[in-house]
């Protein structure tokens, strides 16, 4: 059973186009194009032009994040039949990053920001001959941390990293910080809490809680950001 | 170049000062809520009760905090949009300025009672 | 196109940033050697990002294991087809890998004692094949996931230098043999950029997307694959295709072994656990070929499930809810993200999905590329190496186990990277000359695609490659599909040759960069073609109808004639073989020996 389906794509090439406009298409989908992803590959087949990233088409490499219907989420986790068919689907490049084409955005500031919080484990012990032990429950601390897969819809859903994307870390590198503040096996926790310490890096959360709410892996950016206020109060008094 | 210098290190004081003082205005809050309903009515009521010792230092106190907690709100409104620092510090100032001032002016009227 | 380029000079390029090219990057950069890595994707897009189950190690940390019983069940599991010298180097080499990613900062799983978690996987057992044995070191069910940004975190910290978003197009091989580096495009502004380099390091990884059904990314495209065949170098044992047991029905989605090495069971139309009429001794846990292939005899004799009886159920309704959520939380999101049902309560839909290329460009265990020279069949290409699923080391011979692909990517990632800054320090030198020839037949390839008029659609002609190589070369083979498909799979170059974009754009044109990969998956898939039509006997994951199971020859397996690895080269679709290597590096030679499991 095949039916149509209408979208409205936001389109802009710099190579040919003065200005950005929104392209009216529709394509015929049956039953086996069961994510928006999935409809996608079948416009690009239709109009080769239509420029959008994806690989793993399963929710883990963070490529296809976009904006559909006006809130940011990942075209391959999108089920078609959970969006409302009566009016077009309306997609849009992640708000708050530069375009470089129709629906790829710059993701420099982003990466940028996840960069600035030394995204590494940083343990100056000689390396033991095995692995450094950490128990069950140290190791519980990371769970809902390292999942991450930088998709970027979460800090391009924050209107504090829209003002300042170049000073605030964002929800997700802010995740990032505290995924290496919780581990046990690090021992820059006192550098990494001084780095954050700053009414911008860390303190433009204002808990509005637009990460939470888009987070295609259901994780939770606000209660990380939470976390790491702790531990500053804590060492402060 | 233009180069992005963070790490001013006040972060957390003011985000700690912020939260302690909406803590003190929301007890004050409460403590009005309970306090003018025991007042006796008419101009006089409100003036004996605003003039108590007690109650004229919780208003003083909550006039402190109020003044401190916009100020970082304020300045908050002011880092996300105004991007020129000359701008900015000008904004700060006067913003500064306009708390100081009514945090005096307010002053001065309760203890005028 | 204009036929501009601009010429970098680097120490090495790595060309891929999936496990292996990271793994090797660090190498590289930690040597303080002047590195370039290319990417297509953001190095955490890369596929082994949804690698799942695990990372195979003989820490023994939940029971007695060895690196020997790890050898003997991967040469096993190659059906006596890998390489008994690199084998033993990687189940040697796996203790130390997976500890130094601990010491990256890998969140791995833990036991009570703080040690790394191990889990059962398919055909890995204790005591030379004895019983199923805790080997793979696991992070819940996203061990990929968690290595890929471990290993990126880690050349963060070595201020590794990537080219993010630059598709790579050719390699650089000058006259005498010897790679120079590759050409590559910036998508983002179709700039052409030669990358001169004294080390060429292919970490691109397998090219799953020749077949229709696959758990492959759409990046699995082959793009190293295609540019060695086409500087010359063949493709080793391109013939053998691992079908995952495992990949969500019509949506082609994994679903890891680790499911069924926590406990889950396999079952017909019926309910019965059909892996016990298949394998008694390792059941739902022997090796993937074994299970993709009683998967689809169940199928095939009408004991599927659903409406058209096409795929069978993997339950693991009857595992604690706990451990699930704790163990496998990412399958209990995939079951309800892309099978629509709760796996906590209801079974599900599974069938053997394209997963894995055994094959690959052919190199020692030190990660160097070799080929039939004169009088040798393994003679080195100066200055080219490869490492990860592109490469075929070959350790996983006809047949890889489950958690080995990580282990390769990480073991042959770090020793190519070590060749490569041994080799540099050895040899001072400066860039040799590039080769003028190899550049030009590259700005040539891109000159045609923009210049085609009245061509094949990119789209179209690679639906039929797909559907050619699932309809000819699946997990059972046939004589005359074979054939068939040989000619079939010529058909589709030819369409490849004249492919058309619409799309001219320089700006991040994706079209155009569909359009190349398209021209490296063609390789790969007449390549695998050609190669499953000459092997005239059924070995791993290679099954033929004409080569069936009798006394001379059990599981149609035929020592006598084909033990030995293919070598396609693309220069006259010509097939040439090398014998295996049934010398380990200090053991004894594990002997041919039928297998069952």
């Known amino acids: 059973m095949t039916r149509n389906i209408q979208f409205k794509i936001y389109r802009y090439d710099p190579d040919k186009d003065a200005k950005p406009y929104m392209q009216d298409i529709s394509v015929e989908i049956d039953a086996t194009d069961r994510k928006l992803l999935d409809v996608m590959v079948k416009l690009k087949a239709k109009d080769d032009s239509i420029a959008f990233r994806r690989s793993c088409r399963e929710g883990v490499c963070g490529s296809d994040a976009l904006n559909i219907n006006g809130k940011n989420g990942l075209a391959c986790l999108t089920a078609i039949d959970d969006l409302p068919t009566d009016k077009p689907i309306v997609l849009r490049p992640l708000p708050g990053l530069p375009v470089i ?73 802010l995740l990032a910080a505290y995924r290496f503040i919780a581990d046990t096996r690090d021992q820059a926790t006192s550098e990494r809490l001084d780095d954050l310490d700053d009414p911008y890096r860390l303190f433009r959360c204002h808990t509005i809680m637009n990460c939470v709410d888009v987070c295609p892996k259901g994780l939770n950016p606000t209660k990380a950001i939470g976390k790491i206020k702790d531990m500053m109060v804590k060492r402060a008094i | 170049m233009n180069r992005i210098v963070v790490g001013a290190h006040y972060g957390l004081k003011d985000w700690l000062v912020q939260r302690v003082t909406a803590v003190v205005m929301a007890l004050y809050t409460l403590l009005m809520i309970v306090a003018v309903p025991t007042a006796a009515g008419g101009y006089d009521g409100w003036r004996a009760l605003m003039s108590h010792g007690l109650i004229r230092f919780a208003s003083f106190v909550f006039i402190v905090c109020l003044c401190y907690h916009a100020w970082v709100g304020v300045r908050d409104i002011w880092m996300d949009y105004v991007k020129p620092t000359a701008v900015r510090l000008i904004l700060h100032a006067l913003t500064l300025l306009a708390l100081v001032g009514y945090a005096g002016w307010a002053t001065q009227i309760i203890w005028r009672l | 196109m204009a036929a501009k380029y601009a010429i970098r000079k680097f120490d090495a ?45 003989s820490l023994g940390n939940s029971e007695e294991d060895h690196w020997h019983w790890h050898m003997y069940d991967t ?29 990256y900062g890998m969140p791995f799983d833990r036991t009570d004692a703080g040690k790394i978690y191990q889990r059962p996987f398919g055909g890995h057992m204790s005591n030379f094949g004895e019983k199923p044995v805790r080997r793979s070191c696991a992070a819940a069910d996203r061990t990929g996931h968690a290595m890929l940004h471990a290993m990126y975190q880690r050349n963060v910290k070595a201020n590794t230098q990537f080219f993010v978003e630059w598709q790579a197009l050719d390699l650089i091989r000058d006259a005498e043999g010897e790679v120079l580096g590759v050409t590559a495009m910036d998508m983002e502004t179709g700039e052409i950029v030669v990358f001169h380099a004294k080390a060429t390091i292919f970490a691109t990884g397998g ?29 080793e044992d391109m013939e053998f295709w691992q079908f995952h047991p495992t990949g969500v029905a019509g949506a082609g989605v994994l679903i890891t072994e680790g499911v069924r090495g926590e406990g889950g069971i396999l079952r017909n139309s019926q309910g019965e656990r059909f892996m016990e009429r298949y394998a008694p001794n390792a059941k739902d846990l022997a090796s993937r070929d074994v299970v993709s292939r009683a998967m689809v005899t169940e199928i095939n004799e009408g004991r599927g499930c659903g409406p058209n009886k096409d795929f069978v159920l993997l339950d693991i309704t009857h595992l604690p809810p706990e451990t699930i959520m ?29 997963h894995y290329q055994m094959g690959g460009i052919p190199t020692n265990y030190h990660g160097q590329v070799v080929m039939p020279q004169g009088n040798s069949q393994n003679a080195v290409v100066p200055g080219f190496y490869a490492a990860g699923e592109c490469a075929c080391a070959s350790v996983h011979g006809a047949n890889r186990l489950g958690t080995n692909s990580l282990l390769d990517l990480l073991v042959f990632g770090k020793s190519a990277g070590e060749s490569a800054v041994e080799e540099l320090k050895k040899s001072p030198k400066a860039h040799k000359e590039l080769h003028q020839e190899s550049i030009d037949k590259t700005l040539e390839r891109l000159a045609r695609l923009d210049e085609q008029k009245g061509g094949a659609s990119v789209h179209d002609t690679r639906l039929t490659l797909q559907r050619t190589m699932q309809n000819h070369c699946g997990v059972f083979r046939f004589a005359d599909k074979l054939k068939e498909g040989v000619q079939k799979i010529l058909d589709v170059q030819k369409d490849v040759q004249r492919t058309e974009i619409k799309d001219k754009s320089k700006v991040f044109n994706t079209a155009r960069i569909e359009a190349l990969e398209l021209d490296n998956l063609i390789e790969v898939a007449v390549a695998t073609m050609v190669s499953a039509e000459a092997r005239k006997e059924s070995r791993g994951a290679h099954v033929r109808d004409d080569a069936p199971d009798t006394a001379a020859n059990p599981n149609g397996r035929d020592d006598k004639n084909w033990l030995k690895h293919t070598l396609w080269f693309k220069e006259g679709n010509r097939l040439d073989y090398k014998s295996v290597k049934l010398t380990p590096l200090t053991v004894e030679s594990i002997a041919l020996k039928t297998r069952a499991y």
């Not at chain 1, 601390?141 to 390292?146: A, K, M, T, V």
């Not at chain 3, 930690?30 to 690698?51: C, D, M, N, Q």
């Not at chain 3, 084998?87 to 010491?103: G, Q, S």
Request: hydrophobic share 40%; charged share 20%; aromatic share 8%.
């Open chain 3, 13 to 57: 390029v790595i060309v891929g940033a999936g496990g292996a090219g990271l793994r090797a990057a660090i190498q590289l950069s930690e040597a303080g050697l002047k590195t370039a890595v290319i990417s297509k994707v953001f190095p955490t897009r890369s596929h082994t990002v949804a690698a799942q189950g695990g990372v195979a190690a």
């Open chain 3, 75 to 103: 040469i096993k599991g190659s059906d006596w087809l890998g390489d008994q010298d690199a084998i033993e180097f990687m189940c040697r080499k796996a203790n130390e890998v997976v500890v130094e990613l601990e010491h």
């Open chain 1, 101 to 173: 084409r129709d629906l790829i955005v710059d993701m420099t500031q982003f990466f940028k920001q996840y960069h600035s919080i030394k995204p590494y484990l940083i343990n100056n012990d000689p390396p033991p001959e095995r692995e450094r032990l950490q128990s069950p429950e140290d190791r519980e601390e990371l769970n809902g941390l390292y999942e991450c897969i930088l998709c970027a819809c979460c800090s391009t859903s924050c209107p504090s990293f829209w003002w300042n994307p170049d000073k605030f870390v964002g929800p997700a590198g």
């Open chain 3, 207 to 235: 090219a799953g997307r020749i077949f229709h059904s696959s758990t492959n990314a759409f990046i699995n495209t082959g793009d190293g694959l295609g540019m060695a065949a086409r500087a010359g170098i063949p493709l």
């Open chain 3, 326 to 354: 704790k163990r496998l939380p990412g399958i209990h999101e995939i079951a309800v993200q892309f099978a629509g049902v709760d796996a906590l309560k209801e079974p599900i839909p599974v069938v053997p999905t394209a």
